[in-house]
């Protein structure tokens, strides 16, 4: 098979972390940065040189254990036209809403289309991610301390959410035993 010379033209980099502020808080961050390898003339910025950045935003959500967002910070550091950061003004009105199934959709009614950033709805579908990676697994983690966890008779959140914790897996039978079916 002929290999096929590659160029790089655009790189994009996410960076998400989860972080607890207290025993009820959690803080949900997220970071977008584009560049290109190559200068872009830009109306509002001028000559954006190779490497510099065409996007740079961040987001900041402070959730509570039951996944509401308290608290929402967007930042646009850099964009192509000046106007972008405006957008951020709308980001406050996420507050209050829940994490949970139906996220993206409530996200888009919100923020979606002209009433946001594209980059940072796209951020908060990640960050959404990351806050049951970082919220379950700490609870799961003080659960476990207090050896309540493979006992409960409560419905594992997790299970039927993906292929592993499928009833049928052995995943479900090793972690939850009552839960798997043959």
Same mark, same amino acid.
């Given at each position: 098979?002929?290999?096929?010379?590659r160029? *790089?033209?655009?790189?994009?980099?996410?960076?998400?972390?989860?972080? *607890?502020?207290?025993?009820?808080? +959690?803080?949900?961050?997220?970071? *977008? /940065?584009d560049?290109?390898? +190559?200068?872009?003339?830009?109306?509002?910025?001028?000559?954006?040189?190779?490497?510099?950045?065409?996007? $740079?935003?961040? %987001?900041?959500?402070?959730?509570?254990?039951?996944?509401?967002? @308290? $608290?929402?910070?967007?930042?646009?550091?850099?964009?192509?036209?000046?106007? &972008?950061?405006?957008?951020?003004?709308?980001?406050?009105? %996420? =507050?209050?809403?829940?994490?949970?199934? #139906? !996220?993206?959709?409530?996200?888009? =009614?919100?923020? #979606?289309? %002209? @009433? #946001? &950033?594209?980059?940072?709805? =796209? *951020?908060?579908n990640? /960050?959404?991610?990351?806050a049951?990676?970082?919220?379950?697994?700490?609870?799961? @983690?003080?659960?476990?301390?207090?050896?309540?966890?493979n006992?409960?008779?409560?419905?594992?959140? /997790?299970?039927?959410? &993906?292929?592993?914790?499928?009833? @049928?897996?052995?995943?479900?039978?090793?972690? !939850?035993? #009552? !839960?798997?079916?043959?």
């Amino acid at each position: 098979m002929k290999k096929n010379k590659r160029v *790089l033209l655009h790189q994009r980099s996410i960076k998400l972390n989860g972080f *607890l502020i207290d025993d009820e808080l +959690y803080e949900l961050e997220a970071e *977008l /940065l584009d560049t290109k390898n +190559y200068d872009v003339s830009n109306f509002d910025r001028g000559n954006i040189k190779a490497g510099e950045p065409i996007h $740079k935003m961040k %987001i900041v959500l402070t959730v509570d254990k039951e996944m509401y967002v @308290k $608290k929402a910070m967007a930042n646009t550091l850099f964009s192509p036209f000046k106007i &972008c950061n405006r957008a951020n003004d709308n980001f406050k009105m %996420i =507050e209050g809403l829940q994490i949970k199934h #139906g !996220w993206r959709k409530n996200i888009n =009614e919100i923020i #979606g289309n %002209i @009433k #946001g &950033c594209t980059h940072i709805r =796209e *951020l908060l579908n990640s /960050l959404a991610t990351v806050a049951f990676q970082t919220i379950n697994s700490h609870n799961s @983690k003080k659960n476990s301390k207090d050896k309540k966890n493979n006992n409960s008779n409560t419905k594992p959140s /997790l299970l039927s959410s &993906c292929y592993a914790f499928r009833p @049928k897996s052995e995943v479900v039978k090793r972690l !939850w035993p #009552g !839960w798997y079916k043959k």
